[in-house]
């Protein structure tokens, strides 16, 4: 039976278990650049033995930030900052990879936001600029850029942030794009373009992650069966891996939102992984170590992502070993393993 703390393997990556901490913002950064706190937030979960940390979403511009305070990596002044984390994570054990992303239509603190169509989010956010095709395709270099400076910090895997309302979402969704032009008529071709921009520029053995909101919790939201579309059209351009999420995208509705509860969106990671054969990533309230160990030994997911638990607790992955007495685990620091 396959365990938590097995390793896992996917292209060139080679993770010493199953586990991965999710990306997680945390509103600390200056001109995007990762502080102090980056490093020992991040080195400190490395240490604790989680096999994969994810970095918080990093923009490709610094007008796709969701705050002023947000990362980025728009100029290559940023990579060494980068380096720095990813090189300290790598002496511990943990392989380390980076979410890229846009915030589009959500990004509070830009005095103009863009977005596929000029529809705010809400009535507390500024109504953005629909982007021109001309646009677009800028947009799409500057993830190219960003995957190439991702590559050059050192990063074991790249994932794109295709879920709760930020840009690639905003594309991939009627609800938010209502354009007349290619990118309209196609609503999975502005994630395609990104993921194929993306690949040119990593090397062939590193895998590439999407993040993916499996259903819209808003009014009139798309369902499973469009992420499943949509995930069959992310793979045929080089998508290797689907973290599954889902909502995100505006107020839920109340007969389209089924509450918060510890694996509520298990069953979406499972269908996707079923209807489309492609290793997955399950999230949602999994901190519970026997509801984690499930998932990956009943092959719903391939790997499991903790948010908050991980939060609370940087050696989560250390105390559920323990807990599961799995005491000659590698991935358990010389340093401390009278404690385990």
Not at 38 to 65: D, K, P, Q, W
Not at 133 to 139: A, H, I, N, P, R
Not at 180 to 207: C, H, N, W
Not at 241 to 263: H, L, W
Request: charged share 25%.
């Amino acid at each position: 039976m396959i365990s938590l703390f097995d390793p896992y393997e996917i292209k060139g990556l080679e993770l010493r278990n199953r586990l991965v901490m999710a990306p997680m913002c945390q509103y600390s950064a200056t001109d995007g650049i990762p502080e102090e706190w980056h490093f020992t937030h991040y080195t400190s979960r490395a240490v604790g033995g989680t096999g994969l940390i994810l970095i918080e979403m990093t923009n490709v511009e610094a007008r796709g930030r969701i705050t002023d305070h947000c990362l980025g990596i728009w100029s290559d002044g940023h990579v060494p900052h980068y380096k720095r984390i990813v090189d300290a994570c790598h002496r511990h054990g943990a392989k380390v990879g980076i979410q890229l992303a846009h915030a589009g239509r959500k990004a509070r603190d830009t005095e103009l936001p863009v977005s596929s169509s000029s529809i705010a989010y809400s009535d507390d956010f500024k109504t953005p600029h629909e982007l021109s095709t001309e646009e677009v395709e800028e947009v799409i270099d500057a993830f190219r850029w960003g995957a190439k400076r991702s590559v050059e910090a050192g990063f074991d895997t790249i994932e794109l942030h295709a879920a709760h309302g930020y840009l690639i979402h905003q594309f991939q969704s009627h609800r938010t794009n209502t354009r007349t032009d290619e990118y309209g008529q196609d609503l999975s071709l502005f994630g395609r373009k990104v993921i194929e921009a993306v690949k040119s520029v990593m090397p062939e053995e590193m895998p590439l992650i999407l993040r993916i909101s499996a259903v819209e919790f808003a009014e009139d939201g798309y369902d499973l069966d469009h992420a499943v579309w949509l995930s069959k059209q992310y793979i045929e351009a080089g998508v290797d891996m689907i973290d599954v999420s889902a909502g995100g995208e505006g107020k839920p509705a109340e007969d389209r939102f089924p509450g918060a509860y510890p694996g509520y969106m298990v069953p979406y990671a499972k269908t996707i992984h079923e209807e489309t054969g492609i290793p997955v990533m399950a999230v949602g309230l999994l901190d519970d170590v026997n509801l984690a160990e499930h998932v990956v030994a009943s092959e719903e997911a391939d790997l499991v992502a903790i948010g908050r638990g991980l939060l609370r607790d940087p050696y989560w992955v250390l105390n559920a070993s323990r807990q599961k007495k799995e005491k000659s685990r590698s991935f358990i620091p010389e340093q401390y393993e009278r404690a385990y």
